[in-house]
């Protein structure tokens, strides 16, 4: 840390540090404050979303068994084609929204496969859909949680180092800049009593 200079310049250097950190600090904490709000709707619809995905699987699960019949419901039948997304803002923070996917469903003779395969399908683009909004949601949580920190750090940053220290820092000058004036008019009276007895 640069050693402090004990003058009027960097006096007014502290003072206006100090403004600039005290005008700062509210804009940090109401930041963090909407940071910490958008966090828990985040958190609140990947629990939504996760809970519709459960309950997807559970009905899945019932009738799952069919799937192992060989050859019916192979890989390449569904393909995601397309995933669009978009781009929001939140407290300055860049995050992704998920729109929609598209998906490409390859030709299959209705007649030689069984009837499930249908329901199979589109139950599968409901859980491909799902799964893709909930990576979507939990980069926008994992985006805002690190934003969130680096926030905290600057609000503790102000609050205990830097706005103390500038404080610490105009007291110290004032003290100091009291002490020479206090000096030099004990110097200028001492040097007047001087000349008047050498007078």
């Known amino acids: 840390m640069a050693k402090l200079k004990l003058t009027k310049n960097e006096q007014k250097k502290q003072k206006d540090s100090l403004s600039r950190f005290q005008r700062y600090l ?37 009738w799952i068994a069919v799937f192992a019949e060989e050859g019916v419901f192979t890989p390449d039948l569904l393909t995601i084609t397309e995933l669009v997304t978009d ?36 139950n599968m683009k409901e859980a491909l859909s799902l799964d893709l909004e909930l990576d979507c949601l939990k ?19 102000f609050e205990k ?18 002490d020479q004036q206090t000096a030099a008019v004990v110097r200028g009276k001492i040097s007047k009593r001087g000349m008047e007895k050498a007078e």
């Open 87 to 122: 781009e929001g803002n939140i407290a300055g923070v860049p995050i992704p929204i998920f729109v929609r996917a598209q998906f490409e469903i390859t030709h299959y003779d209705l007649i030689s496969k069984p009837l499930w395969l249908d329901m199979a399908i589109e």
């Open 139 to 157: 980069e926008q949580q994992r985006r805002l949680k690190k934003e969130l920190q680096t926030t905290s750090q600057r609000v503790n940053l």
């Open 161 to 178: 180092i830097k706005i103390p220290e500038a404080k610490a820092n105009i007291k110290k000058i004032a003290v100091y800049l009291g």
């Open 26 to 62: 509210p804009t940090l904490i109401l930041k963090k404050q909407q940071l910490q709000a958008e966090i828990r709707t985040v958190d609140i619809k990947i629990h939504e979303l996760q809970t519709r995905r459960d309950q997807l699987q559970e009905k899945f699960n019932s």
